[in-house]
């Protein structure tokens, strides 16, 4: 059975995204050039349309990175081909999932309506993975809780087997009963 054409380019287009999709300062972003590649604009245009609506994006939305964030030994997840031709003095910006969406709604062009539909996608599975982790992580952190308490019993159990063992291994010394007829005189 094939999946339909669309529903392909669909799954395509979303595992795309995703591995575009970085975590930085605690917020899942796009960065401006990947954002303005999916759209089909350039980076420059992109930053233009966003720098005439900037009241419609908050810091929430978007925010530009710091000189730290962009030399991060971690800079090649940043799609370093694009990075060479930009101005240093300007670092990229990140746009958040609303961000992105709402860069698509200034652009208002075909591919960036289409492709946002997209972006959310991406971000609405990321958002799925990490909820999954985070289950993940809980059940394994009560089993690790439940084998802790086990391994205590156990330990416990052991330690006075053990103890019984060094016992039997020592046996206490019986009296020795002297030879020949002792006579008890406590007793009368």
Same mark, same amino acid.
């Given at each position: 059975?094939?999946? !339909?054409?669309?529903?392909?380019?669909?799954?395509?287009?979303? *595992?795309? =995204?995703?591995?575009? =999709?970085?975590?930085?300062?605690?917020?899942?972003?796009?960065l401006? $050039?990947?954002? #303005?590649?999916l759209?089909?604009?350039?980076?420059?245009?992109?930053?233009?349309?966003?720098?005439?609506? #900037?009241?419609?994006?908050p810091?929430?939305f978007?925010?530009?990175?710091?000189?730290? *964030?962009t030399?991060a030994?971690?800079r090649?997840?940043? #799609?370093?081909?694009?990075?060479k031709?930009r101005?240093?003095?300007?670092?990229?910006?990140a746009?958040t999932?609303?961000? $992105? =969406?709402?860069?698509?709604? %200034?652009?208002?062009?075909p591919?960036? %309506?289409?492709?946002?539909?997209?972006?959310?996608? $991406?971000?609405?599975?990321?958002?799925?993975?990490?909820?999954?982790?985070?289950?993940? #992580?809980?059940?394994?952190?009560?089993?690790?809780?439940?084998?802790?308490?086990?391994?205590?019993?156990?330990?416990?159990?052991?330690?006075? %087997?053990?103890?019984? =063992?060094?016992?039997?291994?020592? !046996?206490?010394?019986?009296?020795?009963r002297? %030879?020949?007829?002792?006579?008890?005189?406590? *007793?009368?």
């Amino acid at each position: 059975m094939s999946v !339909p054409r669309t529903s392909r380019a669909s799954t395509v287009a979303v *595992e795309d =995204i995703s591995r575009a =999709i970085l975590v930085l300062r605690g917020h899942k972003v796009l960065l401006d $050039a990947e954002l #303005a590649a999916l759209y089909g604009v350039t980076t420059k245009r992109l930053n233009e349309q966003v720098k005439r609506n #900037a009241e419609r994006f908050p810091e929430d939305f978007m925010f530009r990175l710091t000189r730290a *964030e962009t030399e991060a030994p971690n800079r090649s997840h940043f #799609a370093t081909g694009s990075q060479k031709h930009r101005d240093p003095r300007f670092p990229p910006y990140a746009l958040t999932e609303h961000g $992105a =969406i709402m860069a698509a709604t %200034i652009l208002n062009s075909p591919r960036a %309506i289409e492709m946002s539909v997209y972006v959310v996608r $991406a971000f609405v599975q990321l958002r799925e993975l990490l909820g999954s982790n985070r289950e993940l #992580a809980r059940r394994f952190a009560q089993l690790e809780a439940r084998l802790d308490k086990k391994l205590t019993d156990h330990d416990a159990a052991i330690a006075a %087997i053990l103890s019984a =063992i060094r016992e039997l291994m020592n !046996p206490a010394m019986p009296k020795h009963r002297s %030879i020949g007829f002792t006579a008890d005189l406590d *007793e009368k």
